[in-house]
């Protein structure tokens, strides 16, 4: 069993690939890509949201895996500060094909409600799209009923591999209030 193994997994139907999503950036925020330095406040941001333990070690494998300007962060203007961040991976060919991986969505609850996750996660959309990328896929986990409904709004769809999924699906779409469409979701 991998790690990913117990994780859902989504990916966005091949038809959205010719539309980017639209990034919209609320007033007084800014979007922009990693720089030297940023990790301190995106290790503080990981931890708000739930991932804690994140150093440079833990950190290593994944800006490996970063495409180049693929590391987006939006900003606070206020207060020159990271709210929210999200990576643009290549993956190992963990779906059949080499891809792209939406990972590590995270963001600082005081910003909560202002589509700061929709916004970074679409510009990890567009980047991959810009790159050629036709797979584009995510892990997360049933509990993050947010960045669930953030996956859904620009079109991800569960990826039902295993049996035991349409339940857990299931279970995560009435918890959200979304519709259960297993017969929607083509792979």
């Known amino acids: 069993m991998s790690e990913n193994d117990h994780q859902l997994r989504m990916v966005l139907p091949e038809q959205l690939l010719c539309k980017p ?3 919209q950036i609320p007033l007084g ?9 940023d990790e301190t406040r995106f290790y ?15 950190l ?3 800006v490996a895996r970063i495409l ?7 900003v606070d203007d206020a207060h020159n500060q990271i709210v929210a961040t999200a990576m643009a991976l290549r993956d190992m060919s963990e779906f ?6 939406l990972g590590w969505l995270a963001s600082d609850l005081a910003h ?10 679409a510009a990890v959309i567009a980047r991959f799209i810009r790159e050629g990328y036709r797979h584009i896929h995510l892990y997360t986990e049933h509990y993050r009923l947010a960045a669930l409904k953030t996956y859904f709004k620009l079109g991800f769809v569960p990826y039902l591999d295993q049996p035991e999924m ?3 699906w299931s279970v995560v779409c009435d918890q959200l209030g979304w519709q259960f469409a297993p017969e929607q979701w083509k792979q």
Do not use: H
Not at 49 to 58: A, C, P, Y
Not at 96 to 101: A, C, L, M, P, V
């Open 96 to 101: 059949g094909s080499q891809g792209g991986e």
């Open 29 to 37: 925020y800014s979007l922009r890509t990693y720089l030297p330095g």
């Open 68 to 74: 180049p300007d693929g590391w987006f962060m939006i």
């Open 21 to 23: 999503p639209q990034i």
């Open 166 to 168: 349409l339940e857990r």
């Open 112 to 121: 909560a409600g202002k589509g700061l996750g929709l916004a970074v996660c």
């Open 44 to 58: 503080q941001v990981m931890s708000i949201s739930g991932w804690q333990g994140w150093n440079d070690e833990k």
């Open 60 to 62: 290593q494998p994944w």
